[in-house]
């Protein structure tokens, strides 16, 4: 009734080297996490065709200062990648099942041609209430954040248009790394 089951010994091989090879991580270890926020104003009787961008200039990093405050080099820090965000109203909660996705993108201020994004949120249910979280993306961001100053672009494409306007608060944090 039982049957025996016949591995050859190169398909185990194969196996396992492939779990041991997906299993191991970076080496890279974290330094520290930066925590920023900024706010913007979402006006109301936006249209739900376009996507609305909003430049917010002149975001402080706290690189630098964070560097000093961890006792860090910059030659230590290898790469900056995002880690978290949320999007919550200013002064009380607001449901923001009325977008359907949003982007949030560093630019460089020394050279605006370097832009990454950030976070992103691209499937919002249309039941979703409350505060929104974002996923971070994987972009390399060492380049434009380890400028003093950067900008940050805000890009929302919506379910429906909104009567008032909203005020928005953005905080996010990023994460640095050495080897």
């Given at each position: 009734m039982y049957m025996?089951?016949?591995?050859?010994?190169?398909?185990?091989?194969f196996?396992?080297?492939?779990?041991s090879?997906f299993?191991?991580g970076s080496d890279r270890?974290?330094l520290?996490i930066v925590?920023n926020?900024i706010?913007?104003?979402?006006?109301?009787?936006?249209?739900?065709?376009?996507t609305?961008v909003?430049?917010?200039r002149?975001v402080p990093?706290f690189?630098k200062?964070s560097?000093?405050a961890?006792?860090a080099?910059e030659?230590?820090?290898?790469?900056?990648?995002?880690t978290?965000a949320?999007l919550?109203?200013s002064f009380g909660?607001?449901?923001?099942?009325?977008?359907?996705?949003i982007?949030?993108?560093?630019?460089?201020?020394t050279?605006?041609?370097?832009?990454?994004e950030?976070y992103f949120?691209?499937?919002i249910?249309f039941?979703?209430?409350?505060d929104?979280?974002?996923?971070?993306s994987?972009s390399e961001?060492r380049e434009?954040l380890?400028?003093?100053i950067?900008?940050?672009?805000?890009?929302?494409?919506?379910?429906?248009s909104?009567?008032?306007q909203?005020q928005?608060?953005?905080?996010f944090?990023?994460?640095?790394f050495?080897?």
């Amino acid at each position: 009734m039982y049957m025996k089951l016949k591995i050859p010994g190169k398909i185990l091989i194969f196996f396992i080297t492939a779990i041991s090879f997906f299993s191991c991580g970076s080496d890279r270890q974290e330094l520290f996490i930066v925590d920023n926020e900024i706010e913007f104003i979402l006006p109301g009787a936006l249209n739900t065709i376009e996507t609305h961008v909003f430049i917010i200039r002149n975001v402080p990093s706290f690189y630098k200062t964070s560097l000093t405050a961890n006792g860090a080099s910059e030659e230590q820090v290898v790469s900056i990648t995002a880690t978290r965000a949320r999007l919550m109203g200013s002064f009380g909660p607001v449901d923001y099942d009325f977008i359907a996705e949003i982007s949030v993108r560093a630019i460089s201020k020394t050279d605006p041609g370097l832009n990454r994004e950030m976070y992103f949120q691209d499937r919002i249910p249309f039941n979703h209430s409350g505060d929104l979280e974002l996923f971070s993306s994987i972009s390399e961001l060492r380049e434009i954040l380890s400028d003093e100053i950067f900008d940050m672009e805000v890009r929302i494409r919506l379910r429906q248009s909104t009567p008032l306007q909203i005020q928005n608060k953005l905080i996010f944090s990023y994460a640095v790394f050495d080897e």
